[in-house]
C-alpha cells in the first residue's frame, strides 16, 4: 500500500460517523499489551519447539534430521525453523522470557561472559540494549583509551553488562564532541589504499583462515566470532566486502566442488 492510498483511507474513516475515538495513551498502552502478547507467544513457540525436539529424540534417539519434519508439519519454513532452532540451543536451561525475540537473536552473537551477564538479569531487555552493549564489548577490546575499563572487567571489579554500557556512553559522548568539532579524513579513501595491500598474501591468509576455522570450530561459533567482527562497520565496507566474497566463494565453490573422502588426519 503507498502513502497516498493509505492516507485517502486514513480521511475516509476520519469523515465516517462511526468513527470510534481513542485517546494517544489508550493506543500506546493497547500496542504495548499487544507487543507483550507477541513476546509471550513467541517464548510459548519456543517451549512447544524444546517439547517437540525431546520427543524427537526419544522416538528416534537422535536429533539428526529434526528441523526438516518440524518445519514441514509445523508449516513454517526451513529456514524460520533453523532461526528458532538456534535461538533454542543457545539458551536451554536459561529463562528467557524477559527477552523478546530480536533480543534473543541478538544475544546469539554476544560474547559469552556479557551473554550469561544479561540472562542473569529479570529485567526485561530491550535489543537496542543488547546491541549498544556488544558495540561497547568490542570498544573495550580494541580501544587502547578504555584500558581501565579492560582491568575492571578482567578483575571482576566491573561485570561485562555494566563495563560494556560504560564503555559505549564514552564513545557516545566522544562522537558527539567529534560532531562538535568535525575534522575532514577521507576514510573512504584510505580503505580503498593499496598501499601495503599484496593480493597473493591475502589470498593465502584467507584460504589458511577458512582451513583453520572449519577444522577446528562448529559452524555456529563461526558465525558469531564473525558476526562480532562486522557488527561495528561505520564505513559500510565490512558488510559490503562480506557480500562481494560470498559472490567469490559461490563461484569457486562452482568450479571447485566438494569431494567426498575417507581419508583422516593422523596424528
Given amino acids: 500500500m503507498d502513502d497516498d492510498t493509505y492516507y485517502n483511507q486514513l480521511m475516509e474513516r476520519a469523515s465516517s460517523s462511526d468513527v470510534v475515538e481513542y485517546t494517544w495513551s489508550e493506543c500506546i498502552e493497547g500496542f504495548k499489551q499487544a507487543d507483550m502478547d507477541m513476546g509471550s507467544a513467541f517464548h510459548r513457540k519456543l517451549?512447544?519447539?524444546?517439547?517437540?525436539?525431546?520427543?524427537?529424540?526419544?522416538?528416534?534417539?537422535?536429533?539428526?534430521?529434526?528441523?526438516?519434519?518440524?518445519?514441514?508439519?509445523?508449516?513454517?519454513?526451513?529456514?524460520?525453523?533453523?532461526?528458532?532452532?538456534?535461538?533454542?540451543?543457545?539458551?536451554?536451561?536459561?529463562?528467557?522470557?524477559?527477552?523478546?525475540?530480536?533480543?534473543?537473536?541478538?544475544?546469539?552473537s554476544a560474547p559469552k561472559d556479557l551473554r550469561e551477564d544479561f540472562l542473569s538479569s529479570d529485567e526485561p531487555v530491550k535489543v537496542e540494549q543488547v546491541k549498544q552493549a556488544?558495540?561497547?564489548?568490542?570498544?573495550?577490546?580494541?580501544?587502547?583509551?578504555?584500558?581501565?575499563?579492560?582491568?575492571?572487567?578482567?578483575?571482576?571489579?566491573?561485570?561485562?553488562?555494566?563495563?560494556?554500557?560504560?564503555?559505549?556512553k564514552r564513545a557516545d559522548e566522544k562522537r558527539k564532541e567529534m560532531e562538535k568539532?568535525?575534522?575532514?579524513?577521507?576514510?573512504?579513501?584510505?580503505?580503498?589504499?593499496?598501499?601495503?595491500?599484496?593480493?597473493?598474501t591475502s589470498a593465502v591468509n584467507l584460504v589458511v583462515a577458512m582451513e583453520q576455522m572449519s577444522n577446528k570450530s562448529e559452524m555456529e561459533d563461526v558465525i558469531r566470532e564473525v558476526a562480532m567482527c562486522v557488527v561495528q562497520d561505520p564505513l559500510g565496507t565490512k558488510?559490503?566486502?562480506?557480500?562481494?566474497?560470498?559472490?567469490?566463494?559461490?563461484?569457486?565453490?562452482?568450479?571447485?566442488?566438494?569431494?567426498?573422502?575417507?581419508?583422516?588426519l593422523v596424528n
Fill in 239 to 264: 558488510v559490503k566486502a562480506l557480500h562481494f566474497m560470498r559472490d567469490v566463494i559461490e563461484e569457486l565453490c562452482v568450479e571447485y566442488p566438494e569431494i567426498k573422502t575417507n581419508l583422516k
Fill in 134 to 168: 556488544k558495540e561497547g564489548y568490542n570498544l573495550i577490546k580494541e580501544d587502547p583509551e578504555l584500558s581501565d575499563l579492560a582491568e575492571d572487567l578482567g578483575s571482576g571489579r566491573k561485570k561485562p553488562r555494566q563495563a560494556a554500557e560504560e564503555a559505549w
Fill in 181 to 200: 568539532q568535525p575534522k575532514v579524513y577521507d576514510a573512504h579513501a584510505h580503505a580503498r589504499s593499496t598501499e601495503h595491500y599484496d593480493l597473493s
Fill in 47 to 108: 517451549d512447544w519447539m524444546n517439547r517437540a525436539a525431546d520427543t524427537y529424540f526419544s522416538e528416534n534417539r537422535k536429533m539428526a534430521g529434526f528441523l526438516e519434519p518440524f518445519s514441514e508439519d509445523a508449516g513454517i519454513s526451513y529456514d524460520y525453523a533453523r532461526q528458532l532452532n538456534r535461538i533454542r540451543k543457545g539458551f536451554v536451561g536459561c529463562t528467557t522470557q524477559n527477552f523478546s525475540h530480536d533480543a534473543l537473536k541478538e544475544l546469539l
